[in-house]
């Protein structure tokens, strides 16, 4: 197939939030005991590796994952390369025609080694968000854990996003993958009250 995995495996070596919850998968019910069948179980943040944000991971009043229309994790998606940046603002998009784009991703390069969480990554700004508004992007894929700061407390760049009906996909693998258009699909599970969903998120070329 075609399809190329842009997710972070999860086992048990996956990296969290300082403080959150680790990943965990353990066989819950084993075949011995149950005769029949392994039962697995697992517990997890849901900003574990690549996943996507609900509105009331950071709004209390936001839309939780089940809110969320699935069709903005599937279809055509631009990425765009910039990397060594401090922060990612709306001039970074000056060199880029992004007419007609409706999902973006940004392969920033500031999360190189994925086995140890970031102590600093670039952030984006609340000027980003306004031109990714403007230009009717709906969806901002990057190959960071967050898109502020890591010791944000405003979480200045979710809420524009969300201002700006801008959703977001964090935790993204990026480094096998070339600039260009591709066909996305990073539909979270339907976790009725969840606050963010872990994905398997794929692309597919369409260059
Ligand atoms: N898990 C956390 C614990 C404490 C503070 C932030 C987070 C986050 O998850 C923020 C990140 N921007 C995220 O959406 O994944
Ligand atoms: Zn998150
Ligand atoms: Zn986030």
Do not use: C
Request: proline fraction near 8%; avoid cysteine; glycine fraction near 10%.
């Amino acid at each position: 197939m075609t399809w190329i995995d842009v997710s972070q495996p999860l086992d048990d070596s996956i990296t969290t939030w300082p403080g959150d919850t680790a990943f965990r998968y353990e066989i819950a019910w084993p075949m011995a005991d149950s005769g029949s069948v392994n039962v697995g179980k697992v517990t997890m943040s849901l900003h574990s590796g690549t996943h996507i944000d609900a509105p009331f991971h950071f709004d209390d009043a936001g839309q939780r994952v089940i809110d969320l229309d699935p069709g903005l994790y599937i279809g055509p998606a631009r990425v765009i390369h910039l990397p060594g940046r401090e922060r990612i603002e709306a001039t970074d998009l000056d060199g880029f025609d992004l007419t007609g784009v409706e999902r973006l991703i940004l392969k920033t390069d500031g999360w190189p080694n994925k086995q140890e969480f970031p102590s600093h990554i670039p952030e984006l700004t609340p000027s980003l968000a306004d031109r990714l508004g403007d230009l009717g992007i709906y969806l901002i894929g990057l190959d960071l854990p967050s898109v502020d700061a890591i010791d944000s407390k405003e979480m200045a760049a979710h809420h524009a996003l969300a201002r700006n009906g801008v959703h977001i996909l964090e935790g993204l693998v990026l480094d096998h993958i070339a600039p260009g258009d591709y066909e996305l699909n990073a539909v979270p599970l339907p976790i009725v009250k969840g606050d963010g969903s872990p994905v398997r998120a794929l692309l597919r070329s369409l260059d």
